[in-house]
Nanobody, 122 residues
Framework: QLQASGGGSVHPGGSLRLTCAAS????????MGWFRQFPGKEREIVAQ????????HYPDSVRGRFTVFRDNDKNQVYLQMDNLRLEDTAIYYC?????????????????WGQGTQVTVSS
């Protein structure tokens, strides 16, 4: 089971770091993804990182502002979010899957965390 934490409220331009940890089992062999969900919308991918951590992928909406990285020794995955915008306000989820895809859907991921709220407001 995955647990996402680190959400909160920040002003535009601020930063947050989200952490995803597994309560049991190892994340080291999984592709990890961070998704977000706006009210009434489907979850959308914001970052992916392969098992070794050597390749990451982002959609245009967050590229250059968000950074995903992992520490397999600590069994954790992180999402560093900088220069946050009002439109980044959403619930953020981490997920583990066995395959990478440039445009993943939620079906590609097998295990999910509970979500953490990120609010950007002035």
């Amino acid at each position: 089971q995955l647990q996402a934490s680190g959400g909160g409220s920040v002003h535009p331009g601020g930063s947050l770091r989200l952490t995803c940890a597994a309560s049991e089992g190892s994340l080291s062999s999984y592709v990890m993804g961070w998704f977000r969900q706006f009210p009434g919308k489907e979850r959308e991918i914001v970052a992916q990182i392969i098992a070794t951590g050597k390749f990451t992928h982002y959609p245009d909406s967050v590229r250059g502002r968000f950074t995903v990285f992992r520490d397999n020794d600590k069994n954790q995955v992180y999402l560093q979010m900088d220069n946050l915008r009002l439109e980044d306000t959403a619930i953020y989820y981490c997920a583990a899957g066995s395959r990478f895809d440039v445009q993943p859907t939620t079906k590609l991921y097998d295990y999910w965390g509970q979500g953490t709220q990120v609010t950007v407001s002035s």
